[in-house]
Structures are given as structure tokens and as C-alpha cells.
């Protein structure tokens, strides 16, 4: 059976679900068989039917056409995939660079400068105040006016405003 299984040719695109048609040469005799869901369980020995001569050609003729072919429609798709990955990366670039231009926040370094670019008019506010809580940036926003500060929390109070909180006491 291996030795067999060793010199048959498989024609990939003839067959069933199962498996394709297989085809060899022994003893100057010509076989053929196509696999079925339990092929596994015999042997080609037993189960191919001989053929003739001129039919073992023409499959080997088409198998080999059959080859090549895939072989050229390999290369092409190799080529096409290679192209497809480059205009991918191009338009990637060309969203990246479109992003920046319609999204300067990401040119701002820090907060502070965040802010200034938002008060200038170049950052758009939710963006930069999402980045602020992604950031986990501690940050005030006054409910009156929409005044955006700016707040470390490891900071004390500055001695005016301490100041004045203890005179509001008495």
C-alpha cells in the first residue's frame, strides 16, 4: 500500500469532497481511484480500477497544464497581495496624515498646552477632554460658564484661598 500510496498522483481538481482522483503506473499497468469518506480504511491495491494506457496520459497531460497553471496563478496572487499590502499601507499613511491634520490634540504635549490649543481654537473639546480622563488628567469643569482648569491634586491650596475659606468658617 505505501509503495502505492508513494508514486500515485493526486488531481486536486477532479474529485468529490472526500478527496481527489488518484492516479499511477505498475507494472505497466495503469490505475485509477477517487477517494470516499472511508478511504482511509483501504488500500489502493484493492480498490483502483485499471484504465487505459491513453486515459492515464490525458489525466497526467491535464494534471501537469493543471500545475503550471496554478503555479502562474500562485505568482499572480503573491503579486496581487503585494500590491493590495502597499496600497493598504498608502492609505493608512494618507489617514494617519489626514487624522493629525483634522486632530492637532495629538501635536499638544502636555495638558497645559492641550488647553491653550483649546482655548485658541485648534483642539476640539470633547476629544481633549476625553484625553484628559483617559489620561486620568485631574481637571475642573465649571458647570456655569464651561471653564476648563487645570488642577494637581497633590498641590495645597494657595494661601488666599485657604485663607478665605477660614474667614467663611467664622
Excluded at 77 to 90: C, L, N, S, T, Y
Excluded at 120 to 148: K, N, P, Q, W
Aim: glycine content about 6%; charged content about 30%; aromatic content about 10%.
Amino acid at each position: 500500500m505505501n509503495n502505492i500510496e508513494n508514486i500515485a498522483i493526486e488531481m486536486h481538481d477532479i474529485g468529490n469532497t472526500y478527496g481527489g482522483l488518484k492516479v499511477w503506473e505498475t507494472g505497466g499497468k495503469f490505475f485509477w481511484y477517487i477517494e470516499d469518506y472511508d478511504s482511509h480504511l483501504l488500500s489502493l491495491e484493492d480498490e483502483g480500477e485499471e484504465i487505459p494506457e491513453s486515459l492515464y496520459k490525458e489525466l497526467l497531460s491535464h494534471y501537469y497544464k493543471e500545475e503550471a497553471a496554478q503555479e502562474v496563478l500562485h505568482d499572480e496572487r503573491i503579486k496581487a497581495q503585494a500590491a493590495e499590502q502597499e496600497a493598504r499601507a498608502v492609505l493608512e499613511k494618507q489617514r494617519d496624515e489626514l487624522y493629525r491634520k483634522d486632530n492637532p490634540i495629538s501635536e499638544y504635549a502636555t495638558p497645559a498646552l492641550m488647553l491653550q490649543g483649546y482655548y485658541d481654537g485648534h483642539v476640539d473639546r470633547d476629544a481633549m477632554l476625553r484625553t484628559f480622563d483617559e489620561a486620568s488628567v485631574y481637571h475642573v469643569v465649571c458647570d456655569v460658564t464651561g471653564l476648563i482648569t487645570l488642577k494637581d491634586p497633590m498641590v495645597p491650596k494657595s494661601l488666599s484661598q485657604a485663607t478665605h475659606q477660614s474667614n467663611q468658617m467664622l
